[in-house]
C-alpha cells in the first residue's frame, strides 16, 4: 500500500512531465485508489456503485495533496466518491439535475444560450478531475449530446448573433483538449467583432497545473490575448489548494496577459469555516488570482444532501470572513445561480435574506437588478426553499 507524503509532493516535478502522458495516469477505478488509500470492504462495494453512476477521475498531483491518516481532509472530499452521494432525499429539500436551467436555453450543437450578452459552448465533456460537487454532474465524464459537434456552426451561431458581447468556452473543461483544437476554436472567434472578449473555464490550474506548463498552450493563449482579452475563471475551493505548483499555473497564464478569476462554491465540510474562507480569499490573491464569484452550492442530485450548507448560517458565515478580509479579498460575490437567473446574496436584516439579481433569463430583463427578500429558516439552503417576504 503506498501512502502520499508530503516527502513524495516535493519528489515529484510536475513542471517537466508531459500532461498527455500524465493524464494517463489518473485514477479511474476503485482498485487503483486502493492503491493510495486504505478502503473498507463496504467502502469499496459503495464507491463501486457511485463510480457506476458518476465516474471517478484524479489526476495523481491532486491525490497526492490529501493527507491520508485525515478521513475529513477537504481534498479528499471533493475528489473521492462518498457514500454520501447515494443520499437522494433528505433535510436539504428537493434536488435536481439542472439547477440552473442549462437544457432550457440550449440552441443546440453545444450552444447555451441564457444571457442575451453571453454565450456558452460547452467544449467538451472530459475534466482532468470530476470533482465529487460538481453541479454539472448529470453530463461530465458521460456521453451526452449538449457537447459542441461542430465548432465553425457554434462560431456562425454568435457571429450572427450580434447582441452577444462574450463566450463562455466551458464543459467539462476546454483546456483539456489538444492545444490544435483549442486553436481552431480561438481563432472561429477571434475575428467576431462584437465580442468584447472570451473565458475559458477551467481548473486545471487547481486539479491538474501540468496542462498549463505547456509552452505551446501559453503561446496559444498569449497570442489570441493579442486579439482579445482573455479571461481564465478557475475553481478553487480550499487553501489546501493553492501549493507551489498551482501558483506556477498561475503564473505562466498570467505571463500570457490571461486575467485569471476564481468561482469557489461554499461547500459544507469543505470551506464553510471563517478560517477556510479568510485563507482561500487572501491566498488567492497572494498568487494573482482575483476572487470574483463565492457560490452557494446547487440543489443538485447527489450532491446538495452531502455539501450544502443552509442560507441561514451560510450568510453569516460569509460575513464574519468578510470581516476579516482586505478591499481584494472580499471583492467577491456570494451567488446563488438559479434557474431564474444570478442572484447575489447582499445579506440579511433580522431574520430576512436581502438578494440583488444581477442576470435574469430572457423575456425577464425587467427582473434584473430588483431586489428580492425572503424569510430564512433553519435548513433552507435554496431560494426556492424561502417563503416571500416583505422587509
Ligand atoms: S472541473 Fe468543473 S466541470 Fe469538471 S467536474 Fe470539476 S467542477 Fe465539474
Not at 468561482?263 to 471563517?274: F, M, T
Request: with cysteine; proline share 6%; net charge negative.
Amino acid at each position: 500500500m503506498k501512502h502520499a507524503s508530503t516527502a513524495d509532493r516535493e519528489d515529484c516535478n510536475w513542471l517537466n512531465v508531459d500532461w498527455q502522458e500524465e493524464l494517463k495516469h489518473n485514477i479511474t477505478s476503485v482498485a487503483a485508489l486502493e492503491e493510495y488509500l486504505p478502503l473498507s470492504p463496504d467502502e469499496r462495494q459503495d464507491l463501486e456503485k457511485i463510480t457506476a453512476r458518476h465516474p471517478m477521475n484524479i489526476p495523481r498531483y491532486y491525490l497526492k495533496l490529501i493527507n491520508p491518516a485525515d478521513p475529513d481532509d477537504p481534498i479528499r472530499k471533493l475528489a473521492i466518491p462518498s457514500t454520501d452521494e447515494l443520499i437522494l432525499t433528505g433535510d436539504m429539500g428537493e434536488t435536481t439535475g439542472d439547477p440552473y436551467g442549462d437544457d432550457k436555453h440550449d440552441k443546440g450543437n453545444g450552444i447555451l444560450h441564457k444571457y442575451p450578452y453571453t454565450a456558452l459552448v460547452v467544449a467538451t465533456e472530459y475534466c482532468s478531475m470530476y470533482c465529487r460537487h460538481c453541479f454539472r454532474k448529470r453530463m461530465v465524464g458521460l456521453p451526452n449530446d449538449q457537447t459542441v459537434k461542430n465548432f465553425k456552426q457554434a462560431a456562425e451561431y454568435i457571429a450572427s448573433h450580434t447582441e452577444i458581447k462574450n463566450v463562455v468556452m466551458s464543459g467539462g473543461d476546454p483546456l483539456l483538449l489538444p492545444t490544435d483544437v483549442l486553436k481552431e476554436m480561438l481563432d472561429a472567434l477571434r475575428d467576431i467583432d462584437h465580442l468584447n472578449y472570451v473565458r475559458i473555464g477551467s481548473r486545471a490550474p487547481v486539479v491538474f497545473p501540468q496542462r498549463i506548463f505547456d509552452d505551446g498552450l501559453i503561446e496559444l493563449l498569449a497570442d489570441f490575448n493579442r486579439s482579445k482579452p482573455l479571461y481564465v475563471p478557475t475553481h478553487f475551493n480550499h487553501p489546501n489548494e493553492i501549493t507551489p505548483t498551482a501558483r506556477e499555473a498561475v503564473q505562466r497564464l498570467r505571463s500570457a496577459g490571461v486575467t485569471v478569476n476564481n468561482q469557489a462554491v461554499l461547500l459544507r465540510g469543505i470551506n464553510d469555516s471563517v478560517e477556510a474562507l479568510t485563507k482561500l480569499m487572501d491566498g488567492l490573491l497572494k498568487i494573482g488570482v482575483n476572487p470574483y464569484y463565492l457560490y452557494q452550492c446547487m440543489p443538485v442530485e447527489r450532491v446538495r444532501h452531502q455539501f450544502q450548507v443552509p442560507l441561514k448560517s451560510g450568510v453569516d458565515l460569509v460575513d464574519d470572513a468578510r470581516r476579516k478580509m482586505d478591499g481584494y479579498a472580499k471583492r467577491f460575490k456570494f451567488i446563488i445561480g438559479h434557474d431564474i437567473g444570478k442572484l447575489e446574496i447582499c445579506g440579511r436584516v433580522d431574520d430576512k435574506l436581502i438578494l440583488k439579481q444581477l442576470h435574469a433569463r430572457p423575456g425577464y430583463q425587467h427582473e434584473s437588478s430588483r431586489i428580492l427578500v425572503r424569510q430564512l429558516t433553519e435548513k433552507g439552503g435554496w431560494l426556492d426553499d424561502l417563503p416571500e417576504v416583505s422587509l
